[in-house]
């Protein structure tokens, strides 16, 4: 027998999970890229959320085309300049611009900072995908070039899709879900083998170790899965990985950059 309480509770949640109330109240004062993804909203939300993400790619399009090969460096944005990774992710921006390839980040501080600051100081091109964030980040402010995103899927987007190899920095949830991002279109074949390099063997062991002896011994990756990536502590041998791999197994060059059209407005 349904008590009364149980009632009151079943027709609150049939409330809630209404159409227009789908997840959180709808008239709450949510920010509109949260309310976004709380389900089903008015069709005028919709479509004008619709509108604005097609602008924002439109705008990462129309910002990223000139800029030539890059490599992105993911990484934490909570390690200051004191830091032996802020240091070892400075000398990676640096080798990576040495050798010809724009540096592109997720803009913000930390191992972010430190590989565009890296690139600056070799005289080299440094990118920055920023986000919108309630506490995080402003841009850092070695950077050439970069937006800011409100969309975290567009914003992966463009690190993806400009880039010809990865360098993975410590990081936390933020910068693992970009790398398993990347190795999930590799391994499925939506982007080229291009090379994606684990840095800081002792940091991501664990993670590593958690892949060998727990994803591929249950089956749900193949032990060539863990070719599909390097692992290195040198600065010099990630960009050289990078190098070798991207630009002679996959052919990239350092090619023209396309001509810019003026009936584009660029």
């Given at each position: 027998?349904?008590?009364d ?16 109330r ?6 709450s ?48 944005a ?26 592109m980040?997720?803009?913000?501080p ?53 880039s010809y190899?990865?360098?993975a ?33 002792e ?9 060998k ?16 990536f ?35 407005w660029?």
């Amino acid at each position: 027998m349904v008590t009364d309480l149980a009632k009151k509770t079943i027709t609150r949640i049939l409330k809630l999970a209404a159409f227009s109330r789908w997840g959180k109240d709808a008239d709450s004062p949510a920010p509109e890229t949260t309310r976004f993804l709380q389900g089903p909203q008015r069709r005028g939300f919709e479509f004008w959320r619709a509108i604005k993400i097609f602008f924002e790619l439109i705008n990462g399009f129309r910002t990223f085309h000139f800029v030539g090969p890059c490599v992105t460096v993911f990484g934490s944005a909570r390690f200051d300049e004191n830091h032996p990774y802020y240091k070892l992710a400075r000398e990676v921006g640096n080798e990576l611009a040495k050798v010809g390839f724009t540096v592109m980040t997720g803009g913000g501080p930390g191992i972010m900072e430190a590989a565009n600051r890296g690139a600056k100081d070799a005289g080299g091109k440094s990118l920055g995908c920023n986000i919108t964030l309630p506490t995080e980040q402003k841009h850092n402010p070695y950077l050439d070039q970069w937006i800011t995103f409100r969309y975290f899927f567009v914003r992966k987007l463009m690190l993806v899709k400009y880039s010809y190899g990865f360098i993975a920095m410590p990081g936390g949830f933020g910068t693992i879900d970009e790398i398993f991002e990347c190795l999930t279109l590799i391994q499925t074949g939506k982007i080229k083998e291009f090379p994606l390099v684990f840095f800081g063997k002792e940091y991501w062991e664990p993670l590593l170790n958690f892949m060998k002896e727990k994803l591929v011994a249950a089956g749900t990756i193949d032990p060539s899965d863990l070719d599909k990536f390097h692992v290195s502590d040198n600065p010099a041998e990630a960009v050289a990985l990078v190098k070798e791999t991207a630009m002679k197994r996959f052919g990239v060059s350092y090619g023209a950059t396309p001509s810019r059209k003026w009936y584009l407005w660029e």
